[in-house]
């Protein structure tokens, strides 16, 4: 047998003899366990919950009555986010973004119903997930249990009995090393079992795996540092000083200074002072309501050269349909610009915010986490898009309806005369303009994109202290 299983065995029998080990291993697993069965339950309930929701939106708005057209533009529509296989891992920022939109003509409203509600339910502890058991709590259970994995052999002496016999410094680390990442891939065990779970409900099989390896690799990390550090001192108490030190440092406090980092250095414009920019601009743009509003003089000009009418009576389509929909087509256009400054801003925050995984392995694997999970903040942003289409879509095509499908005469006089009312009230098959909606996770190769840099990061973190490690292992000394 070589010398370092040897070691390797060792250090298992003492650590079994010392019950450390084994307790610390049973009730961090047990911890996994419910936080796992926790998160997939919740997660299962919100898909389940989101799908019915959704659906059941479809379903109202197809169920309205014969109206007029542009009611049902104002009645508007519901879109849900359901979460991805992998968010029973990995939420992400589901609890914070808000997982549906309300969609209405005229305006882009913002996700709502953010689900804090576990959080409120369990006494603070509903955010408590797979993915931050293993970025927080983990590291702190192979500190517990290897931060004198060397030191010990210095400080009783028998560091210096090993080296006598013709033991290197480098079977020494090799073998403790080794114990110790044995400890950090049997905690992965219930991640492994979870993210199968996932692969099984329609997930990518090589996502799952990925999102596994990610955290063996940063596991790994830790096992590095922790070795690293217990050959290099000289006591386990300024080990597992330094060891907690780091994870404070990186763990805790560098993510909130990144927070503020990104606060600092791309400056987000205030709500407020958004929205009295923009309805600045949408005066300008005209009210689609009011055919006879000078900023549509133009466009009325135009129309009926094209028609070669002389008056919008004479026209064969109905003006003010023609014009709720240039006016829709205008606002959003303009609406978009907005959006998509904001979105820029944030996901300009983000990736200052990812920049800090150089200075945090922590940040760098929950970066490289969501974005593998699909519950990061560019999904959300691929989310608002498309309802944006789907909200687009259905205005338009409720539009067109008005322009087809009524008369400008009838139009004009609905509230004037009941027979122009009732003939202004289109029947309940045009709604079926309405689009079916099922948001669907992140495509496998835009996720692997997504999470190349952060991994590169955890990669070199790694090859880092592990090369440290080797270096100080061939120049141990007693």
């Known amino acids: 047998m070589k010398q ?36 997939g339950l919740r997660m299962t309930e919100e898909q389940h919950a989101r799908e019915h929701q959704q659906q059941e939106a479809e379903e109202t708005f197809l169920s309205q009555p014969d109206r007029h057209p542009h009611r049902m533009v104002h009645y508007g529509h519901y879109a849900f986010r359901t979460p991805p296989p992998l968010a029973m891992v990995d939420p992400g920022v589901d609890a914070v973004t808000g997982q549906s939109i309300f969609l209405e003509g005229h305006r882009q409203n913002s996700a709502m119903f953010a689900d804090e ?51 290197s410094g480098t079977q020494i680390v090799a073998g403790k090393w080794v114990a110790l990442a044995s400890v950090a ?25 990925a999102l596994v390896a990610t955290y063996a690799l940063y596991l790994l990390v830790w096992v590095s540092l922790i070795v690293l ?4 001192t000289q006591t386990r108490g300024v080990a597992l000083g330094l ?7 990186t763990a805790m406090i560098t993510p909130r200074i990144g927070v503020a980092s990104a606060n600092a250095t791309h400056p987000a414009p205030g709500k407020i ?67 998509e400054e904001k979105m820029m801003q944030e996901l300009h925050q983000s990736n200052h915010l990812r ?7 922590t940040l760098a694997t929950a970066s490289a986490s969501q974005s593998l999970a699909s519950t990061g903040l560019q999904t959300h942003h691929r989310f608002l898009r498309e309802t944006e289409t789907l909200r687009l879509n259905f205005v338009q095509g409720l539009n067109q309806v008005h322009i087809d499908k009524l008369s400008y005469s009838d139009d004009i006089n609905r509230n004037n005369d009941e027979e122009s009312s009732r003939r202004v009230r289109v029947s309940s098959e045009n709604w079926k303009v309405l689009e079916d ?32 490690g080797m270096y100080c292992a061939a120049r141990i000394k007693p």
Do not use: C
């Open 229 to 232: 550090i217990s050959t290099t």
């Open 273 to 339: 002072e958004t929205e009295l920019r923009m309805y600045a601009d949408k005066r300008e743009l005209g009210d689609g309501h009011n055919a006879s509003d000078p900023a549509f003089e133009a466009f009325r000009t135009n129309v009926l050269a094209q028609y070669n009418v002389d008056t919008i009576e004479e026209l064969p389509v109905n003006f003010r349909g023609m014009v709720a929909q240039k006016n829709e087509a205008d606002l959003t256009e303009l609406m978009n610009q907005y959006a």
């Open 4 to 39: 370092w299983q040897t070691i390797f065995i060792d250090e298992w029998r003492l650590w079994r003899r010392s019950y450390l080990a084994v307790s610390a291993l049973v009730l961090f697993t047990l911890l996994l366990l419910a936080t796992s069965i926790f998160t």
């Open 117 to 167: 509600r576990a959080a409120a339910n369990t006494g603070g502890f509903g955010s408590l997930t797979p993915a931050k058991v293993y970025q927080l709590l983990i590291p702190l259970l192979l500190i517990a249990i290897g931060h004198g994995v060397v030191v010990r052999e210095r400080e009783s002496h028998t560091l210096t009995q090993l080296l006598s016999q013709g033991v």
């Open 243 to 249: 060891l907690v030190l780091f994870w404070i440092t």
């Open 437 to 468: 909606f099922e948001f669907a996770p992140d495509q496998a190769a835009e996720r692997w994109q997504a999470a190349r840099y952060p991994l590169l990061m955890l990669l070199i973190w790694f090859v880092a202290f592990t090369v440290s």
């Open 185 to 209: 891939l049997i905690s992965l065990l219930p991640l492994v079992i979870a993210s199968l779970s996932a692969s099984t409900a329609g997930d990518s099989l090589s996502i799952s795996l």
């Open 355 to 361: 920049s800090f995984g150089w200075l945090s392995p």
